[in-house]
Structure formats: C-alpha cells, structure tokens
C-alpha cells in the first residue's frame, strides 16, 4: 500500500506542527513552505534568510520524522525564492500579532483605562499590554 502524501500548504503546516522534531530540524521544517510532493520527492520552499538552517543533518531527520505518517522518508527537495505559501512559523508570527493587537485594543477601549487616561492623564506604556495566554 503507498503512502499518504502531503496534498497541501495547511496539511504541511498541521504535519509539521505535529511531528516530533527539535532543534535545527524542528527550525527548517517550521521555516518551510509546501511546494509539492510525489513520487517520493517532497519540494519545499525556505523562507529566505533561513538558508542557514539547512543541513544534510536536519534534511535527514525531517526526513526520518516523517517517514512514519507518510509511509516513506521523503527525499526532500529544498526550492530557493520565496515560500509559495504561509510557512508555519509566518503563520505562528500572524496569529500572535493579531492576538497582540485584540489584546491592544480591547485594554484601551476598556471603559476604566479611558476614564483614567482622560480624567486623571495617565498613560499606557505600549509594551505593557500582553495577550492573556502569554502571561
């Protein structure tokens, strides 16, 4: 029986958050983006600025880390230009800045820290304001 094979960006991304890796290998698969996979060759695109996390090392344990879901290790073909698709680290840095952003928002509409600033002048150091999960 084949295996399965990676059909897209997204199920890239939910496989590689989901694989077991660390370390560099864990870095290049997160910086990577879905370009194809077929006939046991996986094509990824790296973000670039991120050339340096490619190495036969981390090549090969992605590889390994994926030959258990896939059925096969991957011969794994890394494309230069930019990534045809959200890597998951872009995603993960997306998510974050719109939940830092709600966060932002939502302190200073709040109707107590309105009545503070324009009552009494106080200030709200950007900085300060976190989203709740991340405290």
Excluded: M
Excluded at 91 to 104: F, G, W, Y
């Amino acid at each position: 029986a084949a295996g399965s094979q990676v059909t897209a960006a997204e199920d890239w991304r939910q496989r590689v958050a989901a694989c077991e890796l660390s370390g560099p290998a864990r870095q290049l698969a997160s910086h990577t983006a879905f370009v194809s996979h077929a006939d046991g060759v996986l094509v990824l695109a790296l973000d670039p600025g991120f050339e340096y996390l490619r190495s036969e090392r981390s090549l090969a344990a992605l590889s390994a880390a994926l030959a258990g879901p896939l059925g096969e290790a991957p011969r794994i073909v890394i494309q230069a230009g930019a990534a045809p698709a959200e890597t998951l680290h872009q995603r993960k840095d997306r998510e974050r800045d719109s939940r830092q952003a709600a966060a932002e928002e939502a302190f200073l509409n709040d109707p107590t820290v309105r009545r503070l600033v324009e009552q009494h002048g106080a200030r709200v150091v950007p900085d300060s304001i976190r989203p709740v999960e991340e405290n």
